[in-house]
């Protein structure tokens, strides 16, 4: 019993000590490479980054005072923007442009609808006669072909259109780098030179950040040689500063501007045209490529920059909101320890701090993942609610393993949900009311995280790892197991919990694999920190429900032997 108690609490004390490790990094200056110059050269433009704004609704327009404002911001600090669609009040932007003194890479959008099509054809032409000495060229088309919208010979009839129409500008088409490989002899000759995307995050093998400048250079140099010779702007290049980690590619506020920084640098002095990818944050592209869709912007989505072109880079002011949480939690669990008549001695008060760090960081965490990732309503809904559990599950977790780690009080059991049901139908009594608070916060959270696990198995490009919401319910409940030595359990509550260690495993191998046309089923380069640590945790949950299950079935069969 010694033994078990010095283990659970280094286990607690490691677990305070990551969370104020992980704090003190977001809050760290890290040096970066300074850029040449204050000026880049250009960047894409979309004006839909405030509240409600999306592209979607065809029916939004884009004020001229609010594209102004956007445009006057960016003129600070670029030379041109690139757009993607004349409609929805970007037909102004031609206009302003040339008021700010910048250029104009006027793009066109083309989907799968002819009428909307010749709509932004009609007014692109019209604008490019307009504003000759403001547009520096016309991208025909955004992706098209790789999202299967139009084919290759429509994409090249609408380009040839458009350069008979503007004989004085020059004409191109922009899609991924492979895609433009793949159907350079439909189009090739048609443009005046070819826009390729080169995002290292994207990519089917994704690329971490120590090698993504040159990844870019490298495939730069590739597309021009395999293109014939003909001329190759760079037409989307970036990195987000949040989402979800793919494989070794990881998305952080210091990532993207350690890559901004260090590809202006290598793009100067190697001559190469591009743009960046992208202006604002747009929190509507959350909705179809997870959180990291709406945080490639260099500005923040309210108009605010989010890193200086030089000197050093923190990741982000929040370590307060931890230290709150920390306090919080801590005079909580000092409160309900006095409420229920435990003893106080020196021993408990290491394990509340330890305890209280760890899930005052874990909520803190979950909280700034909250504001990050939320879209709707029913979002915030159900994200709250797990927020007010995962309180809840430090109070009742907490307070029993502190007690136990100071005088080796008893831990309560835990009840089940088939219990629950009876207690709330019939008031059975089987149970007392805090093995029913433990019984329903494992219930709750094998179920969520049952759910988290099918939506990550069946979508895991664009969705996150909630591991701050998890780790302190999954280490909690384990270690109360654990020290219990057995626990009761329902069919369903088995299987839940057989559901989510299976698909961790599954989720942690196959973000580490590569599946691409030359080297199937090849091993990543690098780690995803984030899947390893989801894994853990679907492992320690599913382990408190299925390790004292194990060890009883063997007790039981040892006697009946």
């Known amino acids: 019993m010694f033994l078990k108690r010095v283990l659970v609490s280094i286990i607690l004390a490691a677990g305070a000590l990551l969370s104020i490790l992980y704090w003190w990094s977001l809050i760290q200056p890290v040096i970066l490479v300074d850029a040449l110059t204050d000026h880049l050269s250009c960047v894409s433009y979309s004006p839909f980054h405030r509240p409600g704004q999306t592209p979607f609704d065809r029916e939004t327009s884009i004020s001229t005072e609010q594209i102004e404002a956007d445009l006057t911001a960016l003129a600070q600090r670029f030379d041109c923007v690139r757009t993607y669609s004349v409609t929805q009040g970007m037909q102004e932007v031609p206009r302003l442009a040339q008021k700010l003194g910048i250029k104009v890479l006027l793009g066109i959008w083309i989907g799968r609808e002819q009428s909307s099509n010749e709509k932004e054809l009609t007014i692109a032409i019209d604008l490019a006669q307009k504003y000759p000495s403001v547009i520096r060229a016309i991208i025909v088309g ?10 290759p010979s429509m994409m090249r009839a609408y380009i040839e259109r458009v350069k008979a129409a503007v004989p004085g500008v020059p004409v191109t088409y922009a899609d991924v780098w492979e895609f433009w490989l793949r159907y350079q002899k439909d189009l090739l000759d048609s443009v005046s030179f070819a826009t390729v995307h080169i995002l290292p995050y994207w990519e089917d093998d994704p690329i971490g950040i120590e090698n993504a400048v040159g990844h870019v250079s490298h495939i730069y140099q590739h597309a021009k040689a395999e293109l014939k010779g003909k001329e190759v702007l760079i037409g989307e290049t970036g990195w987000p500063s949040y989402g979800r980690q793919r494989q070794e590619a990881e998305p952080s506020l210091v990532n993207q501007a350690r890559f901004i920084r260090e590809f202006a640098l290598r793009a100067e002095l190697e001559k190469i045209p591009y743009n960046v990818i992208e202006a604002f944050d747009q929190p509507w592209k959350r909705d179809s490529e997870g959180a990291v869709g709406g945080y490639w912007g260099i500005y923040a989505a309210d108009g605010i920059t989010k890193f200086p072109i030089r000197g050093p880079v923190a990741e982000a002011p929040y370590w307060s909101f931890a230290a709150y949480g920390t306090m919080v939690a801590f005079l909580c669990l000092l409160v309900i320890i006095q409420l229920r008549a435990r003893k106080l001695d020196g021993g408990t008060f290491p394990a509340l701090l330890a305890i209280s760090i760890s899930s005052g960081g874990a909520w803190a965490g979950f909280c700034r993942d909250m504001v990050m990732t939320n879209r709707t309503p029913l979002e915030w809904a159900y994200t709250g609610l797990y927020a007010a559990l995962l309180l809840a599950a430090t109070f009742v977790l907490g307070s029993p393993l502190a007690a136990w780690c100071s005088t080796g009080e008893t831990v309560p059991a835990m009840s089940t949900a088939s219990h629950l049901v009876r207690w709330f139908r019939r008031n059975d009594q089987s149970f007392d009311k805090t093995a029913r608070l433990l019984g329903a916060l494992r219930f709750v959270f094998l179920f969520g995280a049952a759910l988290v696990c099918v939506c990550l198995v069946f979508d895991l490009r664009s969705r996150d790892f909630p591991v701050a919401l998890f780790s302190v319910p999954a280490i909690g409940l384990a270690l109360l197991a654990w020290i219990k030595g057995k626990s009761e359990a329902d069919l369903e509550e088995v299987l839940l919990a057989g ?22 089923w090849r091993l990543a380069d690098g780690i995803n920190q984030h899947a390893i640590a989801w894994a853990v945790l679907c492992l320690t949950l599913a382990g408190s429900v299925l390790g004292p299950v194990v060890v009883e079935l063997r007790a039981s069969q040892r006697q009946n032997a």
């Open 499 to 520: 559901w989510v260690g299976f698909a961790g495993l599954w989720i942690a191998v196959a973000e580490h694999i590569i599946i691409v046309q030359d080297e199937p």
């Open 142 to 151: 955004n992706e098209v072909l790789l999202r299967r919208e139009q084919p």
